[in-house]
């Protein structure tokens, strides 16, 4: 788990050296401590949109919001400073979008497992 974006080719493949890692989470450590505290189950899971083998676009800290969400004034700026980074940003998009829809078909399947074992 990292407090920070892991952006680089290099330092994604530290860290996957430096602990044997296939996949970097960021999120999902703070969920689990306050579970911890509150005495409750948890149980992460997550789907990768990116890999080891590009580096995410810099434009990519300035246009996300604390949220995750798109800050769009900036991501216009962003493409308006370096027109090829919308190629970048669109393929991450797309990752992202294929990684969401798996993510659903997998919980879908575990959601209705937990249904059967509540009868």
Known sequence: TSDEMIRSVKEKQQLAEKYSAIAVDMESLAVAQVCQEQKKNFMAIRTISDDLSKDLPPEILSIL???????????????????????????????????????????????????ETEE
């Open 65 to 115: 919001s604390s949220t995750g969400g798109m800050r769009l004034g900036a991501a216009l700026g962003a493409v308006w400073k370096r027109p090829g980074a919308i190629k970048e940003m669109w393929k991450l998009r797309t990752n992202a979008t294929l990684a969401a829809e798996r993510l659903a078909i997998f919980l879908d399947g575990i959601i209705k497992q937990l249904g």
